[in-house]
């Protein structure tokens, strides 16, 4: 996968911190950056993949065939 270059604007102290970073690890800042971004994005998909199973928990309690509606009822 071919990489795009994107321009990010930083506080000075984040900035700093990043660099540190990529220095202790010898890697890049870009790298650095992209590392912590995946990590950023992966959780809030882990996050919302929990709220969206307690809300399929909560409504399968009170689910009942007899009062669920066929495809047809529904799309027809």
Known sequence: MKK???T???D???RK???IKA???????S????EYLKIILEREEFEED???TKFAEEREKTFSK???KTHNEVWG
Do not use: Y
């Open 4 to 6: 795009e270059r994107l």
């Open 8 to 10: 990010v604007v930083l």
């Open 12 to 14: 000075p102290v984040i």
């Open 17 to 19: 911190m990043v660099k």
């Open 23 to 29: 220095v202790e690890r010898d890697i890049s800042v």
């Open 31 to 34: 790298e650095v950056v992209e």
């Open 50 to 52: 929990i709220a969206l």
């Open 66 to 68: 007899d009062e669920s």
